[in-house]
T-cell receptor, first 117, second 114 residues
Framework: AQTVTQSQPEMSVQEAETVTLSCTYDTSENNYYLFWYKQPPSRQMILVIRQEAYKQQNATENRFSVNFQKAAKSFSLKISDSQLGDTAMYFCAFMILRGGSQGNLIFGKGTKLSVKP | DSGVTQTPKHLITATGQRVTLRCSPRSGDLSVYWYQQSLDQGLQFLIQYYNGEERAKGNILERFSAQQFPDLHSELNLSSLELGDSALYFC?????????????FGSGTRLTVV
């Protein structure tokens, strides 16, 4: 079975500081993508960052970066210079590609991040 | 606006009733996915349609069914509703070719069963 584990149900960080959210996953597939989604109080699902499993270079999007360790099946999210607007639920997810087609996303249970002023 | 439209945004109904949730995918997207998010939980995959045909099934109850129409909009039908079916139901769509860009999510339908 394919699973995603987020071991930190809740975290908090001071504004302008850096925080890292953990995620591990389990799959026997080789061709997959990893994602972090943000869900603010509005409940909208917003893509934060994605990583192709075949790429060794870690993805970066402005203040957001990942540490992808394929052998360890680990995919952590680092948020630098945290802002109050980063307060949200963060979900780690992965998606398997089969025959060039996208499969469904498999989500972790989420980490609730609070950024304090 | 993400480009994925879900209606209605809110729905309150009684136990035992049947409701239909509607989703219009982003223009050009052939795949539609339905997810259920219960209170303080992650998203559970229900079902996927690709160009009108069922592609994959997840944890979808037998009381639930879905379809995708020729114009690519999709409907999720929930019947014999129970209190535990109260949740946020998301629809998402993705591009026709597996570029791995993930999904675009709608804003969800909040279903409350009383």
């Amino acid at each position: 079975a394919q699973t995603v584990t987020q071991s930190q149900p809740e975290m908090s960080v001071q504004e302008a500081e850096t925080v890292t959210l953990s995620c591990t996953y389990d799959t026997s597939e080789n061709n997959y993508y990893l994602f972090w989604y943000k869900q603010p109080p509005s409940r909208q699902m917003i893509l934060v960052i994605r990583q192709e499993a075949y790429k060794q270079q870690n993805a970066t999007e402005n203040r957001f970066s990942v540490n992808f360790q394929k052998a360890a099946k680990s995919f952590s999210l680092k948020i630098s210079d945290s802002q109050l607007g980063d307060t949200a639920m963060y979900f780690c997810a992965f998606m398997i590609l089969r025959g060039g087609s996208q499969g469904n996303l498999i989500f972790g249970k989420g980490t609730k991040l609070s950024v304090k002023p | 606006d993400s480009g994925v439209t879900q209606t209605p945004k809110h729905l309150i109904t009684a136990t035992g009733q049947r409701v239909t949730l509607r989703c219009s995918p982003r223009s050009g997207d052939l795949s539609v996915y339905w997810y259920q998010q219960s209170l303080d939980q992650g998203l559970q995959f229900l079902i996927q349609y690709y160009n009108g045909e069922e592609r994959a099934k997840g944890n979808i109850l037998e009381r639930f069914s879905a379809q995708q129409f020729p114009d690519l909009h999709s409907e999720l039908n929930l019947s014999s509703l129970e209190l535990g079916d109260s949740a946020l139901y998301f629809c998402a769509s993705s591009e026709p070719i597996g570029t791995g860009d993930g999904y675009t999510f709608g804003s969800g339908t909040r279903l409350t069963v009383v």
